[in-house]
């Protein structure tokens, strides 16, 4: 938990040493890697080749309905497909080709039975318009998200994001982060 709360603020080469060592953890039993599979999804300095190689691994266990009570893997996932990342550049986004290829594989499920409702904050933040052509999903698979959402029980705000370009809020960005942030500490958005 100390190193996903720091890991934003090291450099490259220290994310990816903690990718290193974290990455072989997912393979241990489900209660041992809450917090690994967290680390991992916030390294967003780590090469995108290997963030999508986590990615893969993750969407494969929401797929086989091995996620659907491991709910730090849907907040990984979101993480790894986010249009927002919270401490780098856009250079650092995973290709929105991925993500209408992940969307593709989970499109057919009901994201409404148990434990796969986080698909819902998945897609959001995955779909998020950014007004960037390198970023921002095709038009005809933001419709297709859009029309899924607004049936699997998105908010206004969720459906809102992925409908329109808006600034992340304060809230979202506490949600991105993992969990509530201590009284009086602020993530800068630059």
Do not use: N
Request: hydrophobic share 45%.
């Amino acid at each position: 938990m100390m190193w996903r709360r720091i890991a934003g603020g090291l450099p490259a080469a220290a994310q990816e040493r903690l990718y290193d060592s974290a990455f072989p953890e997912l393979r241990r039993p489900a209660g041992e890697v809450v917090e690994c599979t967290r680390l991992l999804g916030s390294l967003e300095r780590v090469a995108v080749e290997r963030r999508l190689e986590l990615a893969a691994l993750l969407l494969d266990r929401v797929v086989a309905g091995k996620a659907r009570s491991e709910p730090h893997v849907h907040w990984a996932l979101a993480r790894l497909l986010s249009r927002t990342p919270l401490y780098t550049a856009a250079d650092s986004v995973v290709p929105a080709a991925v993500v209408e290829e992940a969307f593709g594989r989970v499109e057919a499920l009901d994201w409404k039975q148990s434990g796969l409702e986080p698909l819902v904050a998945v897609f959001a933040a995955a779909c998020r318009r950014i007004d960037l052509r390198s970023l921002d999903v095709d038009d005809g698979v933001r419709r297709r998200v859009l029309d899924k959402l607004g049936r699997s029980g998105a908010t206004m705000e969720q459906l809102r994001c992925v409908r329109e370009c808006t600034p992340v809020t304060g809230a979202q960005r506490s949600q991105l982060f993992g969990e509530q942030l201590p009284a009086g500490l602020r993530l800068s958005a630059g």
